[in-house]
């Protein structure tokens, strides 16, 4: 009688096991490398601060409070572009109308911020155009290399593989009890497993270079908000985004304001708001 053990069938299915986690692994490693951006958790408000020296209106609608400044020779408004925003890149939105007989040329340049004292760039369209195309691009070659590097080991792996399994028994005959034991490798090749799960990390990966594309298409669009350089003609009104470049702490502390100081029909008038965190519940 021959007494025969094999663990054939169950190690296949482990080693099929094992080949799926990697496929998963590879595939969600492939996803997360979209959001190479990264986030945040963090909620910043910005709450208005009527100017002392001169006259300021502050009105709310919707929780946002507007600060307006007039004359007779132009009204200026600025307001928190958003009720909550990220810890950087501050956005807020500024209005001018010129109220002179003669036309003004109105921009970026006419407006300089600054936080905690010290002076902060402000974005014009073509430097935040140009930054989101460099940021896309940056993006979707690491999501490329990423991307073939796993599909090739996913391919690799599918269409090699090797198996093991190892045998033992015994065998009773004139001279008594014999016993035995073993191995056996199988080595498989299947071309067609390979290409098959090559081609699912491919096409997840070309789905995030997409996402990527979309997120650069949202990302240009917004940017259109921001102000540009208008002449602006009289009893004529623009508006614009300012985007503060390179701002702020990540960790607000206490009394931090952003300034803004706007020079406009020979004037300048100053804008502040104070940065506190929202703390979530």
Do not use: H, W
């Not at 190479?36 to 009105?59: E, F, H, M, W």
């Not at 709310?60 to 909550?84: C, Q």
């Not at 991307?147 to 190892?166: E, I, K, P, V």
């Amino acid at each position: 009688m021959i007494a025969f053990d094999s663990a054939l069938p169950r190690q296949i299915g482990d080693l099929l096991n094992q080949q799926g986690a990697v496929s998963r692994k590879t595939c969600c490693f492939v996803a997360l490398a979209v959001l190479v951006s990264g986030c945040s958790t963090a909620n910043i408000s910005y709450t208005p601060r009527p100017g002392k020296d001169v006259p300021q209106t502050l009105k709310y609608t919707d929780g946002v409070g507007t600060l307006s400044e007039k004359d007779e020779t132009r009204e200026l408004f600025v307001y928190s572009r958003f009720k909550m925003q990220g810890p950087t890149q501050p956005t807020f939105t500024i209005g001018y109308a010129n109220n002179t007989a003669e036309p003004v040329n109105f921009s970026t340049d006419n407006i300089k911020a600054y936080f905690r004292g010290a002076p902060v760039q402000i974005y014009t369209y073509n430097e935040r155009i140009a930054e989101i195309q460099s940021e896309k691009q940056a993006k979707q070659v690491a999501l490329a290399i990423i991307g073939g590097l796993a599909a090739g080991a996913a391919a690799y792996g599918a269409s090699r593989q090797t198996y093991r399994s190892n045998y033992s028994g015994s065998v009773v005959g004139r001279r008594g009890v014999t016993s035995f034991a073993g191995s056996n490798t199988v080595r498989v090749y299947d071309p067609v497993a390979g290409m098959l799960a090559g081609a699912a990390v491919g096409g997840a990966t070309v789905l995030g270079i997409r996402q990527i594309e979309y997120n650069a298409e949202n990302q240009e669009q917004s940017a259109n908000s921001i102000l540009q350089l208008n002449t602006v003609e009289p009893l004529q009104m623009v508006t614009g985004d300012l985007i503060l470049k390179n701002c702020c702490d990540p960790q607000p502390q206490a009394n931090d304001l952003i300034r803004l100081e706007v020079t406009a029909s020979g004037k300048t008038s100053v804008f502040e708001f104070a940065r506190t965190q929202v703390k979530s519940r």
